[in-house]
């Protein structure tokens, strides 16, 4: 994603005993009378608790640019990860509420949650009956197993890190075009039931099978990326159409009626458009004037006070799960030597960072790796002058003896950084920084949209970066063993997380400890999970900055904001009537 | 007797040479002297950055100071100041203060004092502006009397050359050279400029214009070429060289000095141009584009970061314009009897 997302690890047991209400199909009022569009949908029932009087309308977003492709299993960005939300369903689903429930997974086209089996080897799920994609072909489980083989197919960009642990992942990640993974994946059709082999018990499989990558698609789809054609969805909406150079479009699915609030809720706006090419002022003004219901990009730094002053009642800012880091490259010097990574983490005035991201309410400093709040974090600081368990000031002298110490002192730093307003300014503060404890640091801004693989790739000889986390799922894993260990570096490749390209052996085997403990005792692992955190900052291989929270800006007119910590606004939730 | 005399005498006074003359002319002209006049002040105070800012704001203009305090009105207060009320959103940098002492114009984002830095980044447009206008007018120059001097394929392979730049967007080209060259630095034999280097854009804006001066240089010698001097310079068995240094070159210089002024101030632009869209000057380096480009994200809350910059830019440029204008009216005799007509 361009809010970079991967896997994660959870607690295991509680995440399988989490079987949220779910199913509870039907029941309710009338559906969306006010219908401008008079989609078949507008009339389908919905959950109790639903306000049909608020049904209707149509939703304006506004974003600068599309976000590329529209196929759900491969876009990895939250812009349209957002939608999908309401135009495509997995066999489960992370709960589509406000707040700390949203992390919970819930049955979706799955009638129950998964028997687990075989010592977590096995998933066996009952498949939903009476669903219809949006073409209004029904669901079968001929479309499951097509869907994880398309996984596979088209490459999808967590297709070995998120399921390549399915029976034949290997083999189809070998050789994607003539996947097959009738071991790994064995439909019944009689019993409408799939049944998942994996090779090696996985915890946080369901949370995989949550996100957009594993959406269930018609088995006809085509096996390559289908870019700006909208592939049917079982979603409360389908995209009517999508011109990355002008906008999309969703409207109401006809064939779509509700069978579980918490997995996929019937939407309230009968249209969602998303016009792309305003800049981010523009968007702002927009929404102010009425003339758009809410933007993407975040506001820019000369419009937040206005919108927290004037507009504060449309403002909705929520902590993110979320990190800000400065990766260094452990490989090169100067920060193959551990006290000139020492001296960056000291330096580092994480204050200074949180007041250009927009201050103390929109971003709080850090010094581990792993956000406060998240499973498994501990506070924990040992780059803080005066020490403390928390960041409260860096020490610059210290800095400048430990660069000093190393030898490395003199030596040109590139930063490489994207271009966009907030990190270009994060890029010169870092810059401003090095220069200070003694090397001579060049700024090297990049387009966002290649910034990322850039800095991942070892070729470029990146020294450090600046770069954003944004959690795909609640787990500690998804911080520290996606971003620091052994098997997510890969020289060479544009696809090398571990932008440190850091590898510690010692540390490694802890994490395969925690994974390993995770299937038993959450608790205990993220104990664990704690400790390797502490272990990696000893090392230093990133400076941990801030993390960051989320402004939501929305027109006067739209009510029901709800925000789900895992895939943040629902958009279809929001009233326009 | 008595006539012959007078006349005699009258022969004997000597007639100002063209240079001469121009300079009188030039002398005469107040536009040209009040243009050369706030030209000259602007570059002396922009020369002067380091003594203000070290001996009158005692600031560092190229260290982040997001964290720093400063006074107003004998208050101390943050440089970038959070907001307080409503959500508490957002930090907005101190505005100006009109206290030479702190922060005149006010500050950035990085919380850098921008008179400071606007006394720096005038120091660095000038300086690019000049030396590119300066590099350019020179291989421009020799470029343009070597291909009309020799013709031929000498002529047709520099034309081709000089077709080759123009084909580009003139700011197209300016900004891809700058897009590659900053990444790596400009590495050609011996000659090695580092990626932050100011002499990068120089080099860049240089190249990019050769073609706008060695055209019309290249036409000049073309004229010469014909002329009966240098059919005698040929004919007494002068060299090439020779020729080009004493006949050919003598007439051209008129040409590019008029240039010169124009193209400090196009020059400019450029630089201003490609800072801004952050292909010129690197940070923490400034020029006058730098700082408007630092000024976008503040247009709201404190448009002085843009708009100082943008009106010396603006007095810059139109300065050396009016002084070009001037240039090439004394230079150039019948540009005069155009205007005198």
Redesign the interface.
Known sequence: MKHHRTAAALAGAALLSAIAACGSGGGASGGSSASASGAAGSSAPAAAGYEAAHAGGTLHLVANAAAGTLDPQINYTLQFWQLYQATYDGLLAFQKVNGQASFQVVPDLAAAMPTVTDGGKTYTFKLRSGVEFSNGKPVTTKDVVASFERIFKVSSPTAGTFYNGIVGAGACLKTPATCDLSKGVVADPATDTVVIHLTAPDPEFPYKLAVPHASILPASTPAKDQGTTPIPGTGAYYFASYDPNRALTLKRNPYFKEWSSAAQPQGYPDEITQTFGLTVEDEVTAVENGQADWLFDPP???????????Y?SQ?H?NTLTAMFYAPMNVNIPPFNNLKAREAVNWAI?R??MV??Y?????ASPVCTFLPPGFPGHVDSCDYTAGGGATWSAPDLAKAKQLVKESGTAGQTVGVVVQ?D?VN??LG??L???L??IGYKA????MSSNIQFTYIQNTSNKVQISISQWYQDYPAASDFLHVLLSCASFHPGSDSSINIAGFCDKGIDAQMDAALKTEQTSVTQANTMWGQIDQAVMKQAPVAPLFTPKL?DFVSSRVGNYEFSKQFYMLVDQLWVK | MTETTVVTRSAMVPARGPWRTALADLARDRTAVASLAIFLLIAAICLLAPVYAHDIAHTDPFTSNVSGTTLVNGKTVPVLVPTTTGLGLGVTPIGPTWDIHHYFLGADNQGRDVMARLLYGGRNSLMIGISSALICCVIAALLGMISGYFGGAVDTVLNWFFDVIWAFPVYLLAISLSVVLLTNGLRLGPVSVGAGSLWLPVLIIAAVYVPYVARPVRGQVLALRGREFIHASIGIGGSDARILRRDVLPNVVPTVLVFLPLMTAINMLTESALSFLSVGVQPPNASWGTIINDGLGLLYTRPMVAIAPGFMIVITAVVLNLLGDSVRGALDPKARLRGAG
């Open positions: 820019p730094a000369d419009r937040l006070g206005e919108i927290g002053t004037k504060a403002a800012v005035d204050s200074a007041k250009i927009g201050g103390a309410n929109l271009t307003d270009k300014q010169e503060y810059q401003s920084v220069n200070q060049v700024l090297k801004p402004i």
